[in-house]
């Protein structure tokens, strides 16, 4: 397991930020598109193993680390042990809830010298994003909220296509718009994993073709009607590299 030199950590707010969002994005990967894969893993027979986050956006299972004191603070430990012994849907509920604070706990140790403003500027942006806990919470219980609306209420979708169109749709559940969730339920933020909702503005980068929420890549409406083409964060940092 790398967890990366201590001399080599983020220790700007920017960079400390940045290694948060990769590892928490691991982590819901692996609570949400890679569940199945995760749970096998979390064999109860097997002894003690933790769920780590990396900050290039994958995840792994594996036992602590050996060194004590370890490099980095320790996710929780053992997290096989309650797999079959509790209904799956709880399982990951709190393994997504331990997560969250493990992830705080690395941020503000690599944030060990930040000053109380710096301290206080890197846990601004880092609320900003939904915790792990409720993007696995919302994904499990998206269809259950929406079978919960009033069927006259109105919903209202703006997105901006790949092609740089907005697009905005007003449907009631009437006219359809159980079709048009059930079309978009798939699809998931590339910024915090967040499932689709129809309630919230969504834009595509034109490079990638990935969706984001507007929240998270700081991007209003009314801001995308001036964009002619968009590139995600991501795709302007690697043009920026080259």
């Known amino acids: 397991m790398e967890v990366g030199s201590i001399s080599s950590a983020p220790r700007s707010v920017e960079e400390i930020y940045k290694d948060y969002s990769g590892r928490r994005a691991g982590i819901i990967r692996a609570l949400t598109n890679d569940v199945d894969e995760f749970y096998a893993q979390c064999d109860p027979e097997k002894e003690n193993l933790c769920l780590y986050g990396h900050p290039n956006d994958s995840w792994e299972v594996n036992l602590p680390a050996e060194e004590v004191p370890p490099e980095l603070p320790e996710p929780a430990l053992g997290i096989n042990f309650a797999r079959d012994g509790m209904e799956r849907r709880d399982w990951l509920s709190l393994i997504a809830v331990h997560s969250d604070s493990w992830l705080l706990s690395v941020a503000f140790y690599l944030g060990a010298r930040l000053n109380r403003n710096e301290r206080k500027r890197l846990f601004s942006m880092i609320n900003e994003l939904p915790s792990v806990f409720e993007v696995v919470s919302d994904r499990r219980q998206s269809r259950e909220k929406s079978?919960?609306?009033?069927?006259?209420?109105?919903?209202?979708?703006?997105?901006?296509?790949?092609d740089g169109q907005i697009k905005s749709n007003s449907k009631t559940a009437d006219e359809g718009y159980g079709e048009d969730d059930d079309e978009h339920s798939e699809t998931l933020c590339g910024a915090c994993g967040g499932s689709y909702s129809a309630d919230e503005f969504w834009i595509a980068c034109d490079v990638c073709e990935r969706w984001f929420h507007g929240k998270c890549v700081k991007i209003t409406p009314a801001k995308a009607e001036s964009i002619k083409q968009y590139k995600c964060p991501s795709c302007s940092s690697k043009k920026g590299r080259q």
């Open 147 to 162: 079978s919960m609306d009033s069927g006259s209420k109105s919903k209202t979708s703006t997105k901006r296509t790949s």
